[in-house]
C-alpha cells in the first residue's frame, strides 16, 4: 500500500525566501508529525496535529515557522524568510492515532538547502 | 528536559559477531521505539516497546526495555553486511499529564558497519 509521501523531494532556495514542504499521509492516519534531522543527528519534533488541530507545536523553532492540515490529511510546513540555519532534512510522520504504542510510519524527506 | 543518549555512536563489526546497542533516558517513559535509517533513506520501524521487562525479536535484532533503569539495548546477533544502517532509538514521555501522543525525542543514532 502506499506509504508516507513527500514533495518535493529536494528544495534549494536563497535566503529570505518563502518554501512549502507538504506531506501526503497513510490514507486513514489521524496522526500527523513533522520533524527536523540535521546531518549526523535524530530526528527533533516540530509539530504533531490530531486531525485538523496543531495538538502541540511546542518545537517549532520561532514564529517563521507554520504548519497547517485544513482537511485533516495533507499537510503542509510553511518556512518564511529562509536562512542558512533552516537547512536540513524535513521528515514526516503518520500514525493510525496518537495513542501510545503506534508505529509512526516515516516519509522519505524533503532535503531543504538555503544558500 | 528529556534526554537520550545512545551508546556507542559509532560500531564496526565482523560478521558473524554479537554485539549490543544502549539507549539510555532521563526522565520515567515505558515507551520506547527503535529505528533504522540507511543512508539518505527515511526511518524504517523495527520495535516498539511498551512495557517494563519487553522484549522483542525481528531476525537477527532483539530489543529490551527496563524502565526502572531506563535503559534499552539492541542486541545484534551474528551480524551481517545487511544489518550495516544507523540505529536510533526514541523515547515518548507525553504531556503533562501523562498522555501519551507520540511525540518522539530521539537519540544521536548508533552508525554501525558490518565488514567481513
Known amino acids: 500500500g502506499a506509504g508516507v509521501s513527500q514533495t518535493p523531494s529536494n528544495k534549494v532556495t536563497e535566503k529570505g525566501k518563502y518554501v512549502e514542504l507538504r506531506c501526503d499521509p497513510i490514507s486513514g492516519h489521524t496522526a500527523l508529525y513533522w520533524y527536523r534531522q540535521s546531518l549526523g543527528q535524530g530526528p527533533e519534533f516540530l509539530i504533531y496535529?490530531?486531525?485538523?488541530?496543531?495538538?502541540?507545536d511546542s518545537g517549532l523553532p520561532n514564529d517563521r515557522f507554520f504548519a497547517v492540515r485544513p482537511e485533516g490529511s495533507v499537510s503542509t510546513l510553511k518556512i518564511q524568510r529562509t536562512e542558512r540555519g533552516d537547512s536540513a532534512v524535513y521528515l514526516c510522520?503518520?500514525?493510525?492515532?496518537?495513542?501510545?504504542?503506534?508505529?509512526?510510519?516515516f516519509g522519505p524527506g524533503t532535503r531543504l538547502l538555503v544558500l | 528536559e528529556l534526554k537520550v543518549e545512545q551508546n556507542p555512536l559509532f560500531l564496526s563489526m565482523q560478521e558473524g559477531k554479537n554485539y549490543t546497542i544502549y539507549c539510555n533516558y532521563s526522565t520515567t517513559s515505558d515507551r520506547l521505539y527503535w529505528y533504522r535509517q540507511d543512508p539518505g533513506k527515511s526511518l524504517e520501524s523495527l520495535f516498539v516497546?511498551?512495557?517494563?521487562?519487553a522484549v522483542k525479536q525481528e531476525g537477527r535484532l532483539m530489543a529490551s526495555l527496563d524502565t526502572k533503569a531506563r535503559l534499552s539495548t539492541l542486541h545484534i546477533t551474528a551480524a551481517v553486511h545487511d544489518l550495516s544502517a544507523t540505529y536510533f532509538c526514541a523515547v515518548d514521555i507525553g504531556d503533562a499529564g501523562g498522555t501519551s501522543y507520540g511525540k518522539l525525542t530521539f537519540g544521536q543514532g548508533t552508525i554501525l558497519t558490518v565488514h567481513p
Open positions: 496535529f490530531q486531525g485538523t488541530g496543531a495538538a502541540d
Open positions: 510522520a503518520s500514525s493510525s492515532s496518537g495513542r501510545a504504542g503506534k508505529t509512526q510510519y
Open positions: 516497546l511498551l512495557s517494563n521487562g
